[in-house]
């Protein structure tokens, strides 16, 4: 059982299990030591964020079936790199969030207000 953190103080929640997310594939925004890039925040795609980053590089929509992605679209909730969503908060094209399920350490790469400010119901996803 795990013993992580949100960015609230409480024990993390699940983010989603369809698409199964997470970097250790669990459904989690878990993080550990050999994880580089923080993928710790909980954000349900939306057309503007999935477009940004693959504008810069980040092909979050095309899937790559030998590392288990499927690819995703709006709506789906998916745990992304910290500082990529701070890319695009400071763009204005941030996704919406997840408080419940974001890992604490999202707080070393963005502000508590900037996530609140896109904080949306931690309802289960289909």
């Known amino acids: 059982m795990s013993t992580a953190l949100n960015v609230l103080g409480t024990p993390l929640m699940a983010c989603s299990y369809d698409p199964l997310t ?7 925004c878990q993080t550990d030591e050999h994880e580089q890039g923080s993928h710790v925040v909980c954000a349900r795609m939306t057309v503007e964020f999935l477009n940004f980053q693959m504008e810069r590089g980040n ?30 908060y400071e763009a204005g094209c941030a996704p919406p969030v997840v408080l419940e399920c974001t890992h604490a350490k ?12 896109y904080a949306v119901a931690p309802s289960p996803n289909s």
């Not at 997470?22 to 989690?28: A, F, I, K, P, Q």
């Open 22 to 28: 997470g970097w250790l594939r669990d459904g989690c």
């Open 59 to 88: 092909d979050l929509i095309t899937a790559r079936p030998a590392y288990r992605f499927r690819g995703l679209k709006p709506g789906d909730r998916w745990c992304v790199c910290a500082l990529r969503w701070r890319e695009a």
């Open 106 to 117: 999202a707080l070393e790469f963005v502000l508590l207000d900037w996530l609140r400010q």
